[in-house]
């Protein structure tokens, strides 16, 4: 009877597996685990906060003004959060070594108070309290890179109500000056980073919510940038990220559009300019999208967290830059932000959502081998 149950149970576990796995043997998830963060969570970075090579998560939480800190047990499974005080409206985090200790920091904008929030970490999972500087006007989110080569972090922040890229130069102790700011288009929002045009340095490219429109400055390798170039997109775009989705070794960007369901792709042209966008059709209300190599063959995908479906989409690369309908898997209520890493350390892509209409949660979606 013993063995009859094992076998019973092996194959009801198969069979689940098998219903998460996508058809083209590309993407499979495991269920949801989901843990609690703050009120009205809004965005989520991840980094090795403790040091021990294993990946950690930050979440922001918009209505009650703190980060939640969430230190990984190793096994793709996370402690409870534990919290610190950030600005007003705090709305996106990311992580890195602002000071050059080889320990992992938080940069955070809090729109509120118009402030950026520098978290010092003390390498063992956890901070020391916030340092705040001006943010300009609604600092909404913030994208972090070595613009000039000094190796010291550098970073991005689009200012949502004055309509510009403002950037900040480190000094490498944790201390940061302003610059410069650039025009952008209506309503700028998340901010991806990458070598567009191959000469080495880092250019952006940042979402126009208001504007349906991207912008694209092109770095100079001194932390100035050129004059941004737009490029029309789909209705209200929320987010983007950029990879290479077509083989060739040069970036593209992929833009989620919240009103109209879509993402938009548009393929490097070789010369740091784009070609006209290619649109996909994702869930109800796209708000967030990450771009991974699910299916280990070398070929970037990207999944979409759907806010109005409650759910994430994950588009497979058929191996020439195009993607077939994506498989859908269901998340916490109203998902806003999804990132990837290899939580349990298996080799096998993992994915969090962050919730930020279900009392503040994250859900935990560990990889497993596709069939």
Do not use: W
């Not at 996106?92 to 000071?99: H, Q």
């Not at 979402?207 to 100079?220: F, H, R």
């Not at 209520?333 to 990837?340: F, G, V």
């Amino acid at each position: 009877m013993k063995n009859i149950y094992k076998t019973l149970l092996t194959i009801c576990l198969s069979a689940l597996l098998v219903q998460m796995a996508n058809g083209q043997g590309g993407i499979c998830l495991r269920k949801a685990v989901p843990y609690k963060a703050g009120k009205f969570s809004f965005s989520a970075c991840t980094g090795d906060f403790k040091g021990d090579g294993k990946p950690d998560v930050a979440v922001v939480n918009y209505n009650s003004d703190i980060v939640s800190v969430f230190i990984n047990n190793g096994d793709g499974t996370f402690q409870p959060a534990v919290s610190y005080s950030s600005g007003h409206y705090p709305t996106s985090v990311k992580s890195a070594d602002v000071n050059n200790d080889g320990k992992q920091d938080l940069i955070v904008t809090n729109t509120g108070s118009e402030t950026i929030s520098i978290f010092i970490g003390n390498g063992d999972g956890t901070f020391q309290a916030k340092k705040d500087i001006p943010g300009g006007a609604f600092p909404c989110y913030v994208a972090i890179a070595d613009f000039n080569h000094d190796k010291n972090i550098d970073f991005a922040i689009s200012n949502d109500s004055s309509n510009l890229v403002t950037i900040y130069m480190g000094k490498g102790d944790g201390t940061f000056t302003t610059t410069n700011s650039y025009d952008v288009g209506q309503y700028p929002s998340p901010i991806a980073i990458a070598d567009f045009n191959g000469d080495g340095s880092d250019d952006l490219v940042v979402t126009n919510t208001g504007s349906n429109s991207i912008s694209v400055l092109m770095g100079k390798g001194d932390g100035t940038f050129g004059t941004a170039t737009t490029y029309p997109v789909g209705s209200y775009p929320n987010c983007v990220a950029a990879a290479d989705f077509n083989g060739d070794k040069k970036p593209d960007i992929a833009v989620v559009n919240s009103a109209n369901g879509s993402v938009s792709m548009l393929i490097n042209k070789g010369d740091g300019t784009f070609a006209r966008p290619i649109n996909y059709a994702a869930g109800g209300g796209p708000i967030s999208i990450v771009a991974v190599d699910f299916s280990k063959d070398g070929a970037m995908d990207f999944a979409v967290c759907n806010a109005g479906t409650n759910n994430i989409s994950v588009f497979i690369n058929n191996g020439t830059g195009m993607f077939p309908e994506p498989t859908n898997f269901q998340t916490g209520i109203s998902p806003i932000c999804i990132l990837s890493d290899d939580f349990n350390k298996d080799g096998i892509p993992d994915l969090i959502t962050v919730n930020n209409n279900d009392n503040g949660t994250i859900s935990v979606f560990l990889g497993c081998p596709s069939k």
